[in-house]
T-cell receptor, first 112, second 107 residues
Framework: DTGVSQNPRHKITKRGQNVTFRCDPI?????LYWYRQTLGQGPEFLTY????????KSRLLSDRFSAERPKGSFSTLEIQRTEQGDSAMYLC??????????FGQGTRLTVV | GIQVEQSPPDLILQEGANSTLRCNFS?????LQWFHQNPWGQLINLFY???GTKQNGRLSATTVATERYSLLYISSSQTTDSGVYFC?????????FGKGTRLHILP
């Protein structure tokens, strides 16, 4: 296992389009997190899964955002009707109950 | 919610200098990590340190959980140490980040 993998690495989309990002966690990790990071800021928590259950969602996650982890393995984050304010780096992390969290390389979204 | 404050926000040093980065948190935490974010945006794990002291080469970290702070020490800085250093605390199944310290090491 080579770590947390995110795809795509970069995405440019027109305002109003839908986008979907994928995260493949470290295989033995049951916890998966999504974060958003804008320029000059620290990563902000979006949502968290334990196995396939989505246990918490930030109020930053508007109804245009949805995340799934269908079989407790990979996860997807979808943004509908993208807005320019959605431009950011989207980061995924995984961990187990007793281990540190590892982050993927991120997906950089640009909405034009 | 819990607040995580990092200081200083920016630090400029000559190569070879030592530095200390601080992380204060407002409530008890389950755990704490230090990360280095590289120029491409990836967060690199440095330390997973709920309490005590750990060392890895030129880097070491100390967390005093009872006093709600952690320190990251970088000795004999190199230009490759440049970047943003984040402290992140584990609380209620979330990982909460500070705003980071941006370190510039000049050759």
């Amino acid at each position: 296992d080579t770590g947390v993998s995110q795809n795509p690495r970069h995405k440019i989309t027109k305002r109003g389009q839908n986008v979907t990002f994928r995260c493949d966690p470290i295989s033995e990790h049951n916890r998966l997190y999504w974060y958003r990071q804008t320029l000059g800021q620290g990563p902000e928590f979006l949502t968290y899964f334990q196995n396939e259950a989505q246990l918490e969602k930030s109020r930053l996650l508007s109804d245009r955002f949805s995340a799934e982890r269908p079989k407790g393995s990979f996860s997807t984050l979808e943004i509908q009707r993208t807005e320019q304010g959605d431009s950011a780096m989207y980061l995924c992390a995984s961990s187990s109950i007793t281990t540190e969290a590892f982050f993927g390389q991120g997906t950089r979204l640009t909405v034009v | 919610g819990i607040q995580v404050e990092q200081s200083p926000p920016d630090l400029i040093l000559q190569e070879g200098a030592n530095s200390t980065l601080r992380c204060n948190f407002s409530d008890s935490v389950n755990n704490l990590q230090w990360f280095h974010q590289n120029p491409w945006g990836q967060l690199i794990n440095l330390f997973y340190i709920p309490s005590g002291t750990k060392q890895n080469g030129r880097l070491s970290a100390t967390t005093v959980a009872t006093e709600r702070y952690s320190l990251l020490y970088i000795s004999s800085s190199q230009t490759t140490d440049s970047g943003v250093y984040f402290c992140a605390v584990f609380r209620d199944d979330k990982i909460i980040f500070g705003k980071g310290t941006r370190l510039h090491i000049l050759p």
